[in-house]
């Protein structure tokens, strides 16, 4: 997902608002919306060591900087939605939106 770091001494209070527009965009039920910035409630923030999350967020950078260019939008929702359909290796080379759609699918 993509927001504004600016400023950021307010991004992880400004995250769940930006976290339930995506989700709304993917079509996630509210319930689902409501219980993941529920559990956002208590936030903390780290650096990472660990190699493959860090070259998971530059491939991402870079994927949305070519999405950024080619539909030529810089809107993040958009850019957000489009990067969820990327598969990724920590997930099994799923996609974010194909399991967000699943765990939808399972509320149901």
Do not use: W
Not at 15 to 44: C, K, N, R, W, Y
Not at 76 to 94: E, Q, W
Request: net charge negative.
């Amino acid at each position: 997902m993509l927001m504004p770091l600016a400023p950021a001494s307010t991004l992880a209070a400004r995250f769940p608002a930006e976290l339930a527009t995506v989700l709304s965009a993917h079509g996630a039920s509210q319930a689902i919306i409501e219980s993941e910035v529920t559990a956002m409630a208590d936030v903390a923030l780290a650096r990472t060591s660990n190699r493959s999350i860090v070259g998971t967020m530059n491939e991402f950078s870079f994927l949305a900087e070519g999405h950024r260019e080619y539909l030529e939008t810089s809107d993040l929702v958009t850019l957000s939605m489009r990067l969820a359909d990327t598969p990724c290796s920590p997930i099994k080379y799923n996609s974010p939106a194909r399991l967000l759609k699943v765990l939808s699918d399972a509320g149901r």
